[in-house]
């Protein structure tokens, strides 16, 4: 919740939990990193905050899905949430 607030002002609601892959090595960072994926509500376009310079956009689960961009921990949390 304070993720989406600080990252892209927007208030969300948690819904329900779709995954917990556990502890992964993160192929970035090569680091350890323990994900939870959920299902959450909101409204609003997401907007950066004003010291970051990027474009965000969201994506519906098909939409992400197809573009074969995500790591298979988001992959299955995205095919639960259109279950």
């Known amino acids: ?4 607030k600080e990252e892209c002002q927007i208030l969300i609601k948690p819904l329900r939990l779709l995954n917990t892959p ?6 970035w960072t090569h680091s350890l990193y323990t ?5 959450v509500s ?3 376009n ?3 905050p004003a010291h970051e ?3 965000l956009t969201f994506l519906s689960p098909t ?11 988001e ?9």
């Not at 919740?1 to 989406?4: G, L, N, P, S």
């Not at 939409?63 to 995500?70: Q, T, Y």
């Open 1 to 4: 919740v304070r993720e989406f």
């Open 22 to 27: 556990g502890t992964l090595l993160s192929p």
């Open 35 to 39: 994900p939870l994926y959920y299902h």
């Open 42 to 44: 909101g409204n609003g």
């Open 46 to 48: 997401p907007k950066s």
């Open 53 to 55: 310079d990027i474009e």
């Open 63 to 73: 939409a992400a899905i197809a573009s074969k961009r995500m790591a298979e921990p």
């Open 75 to 83: 992959l299955l949390a995205l095919h639960r949430a259109v279950a």
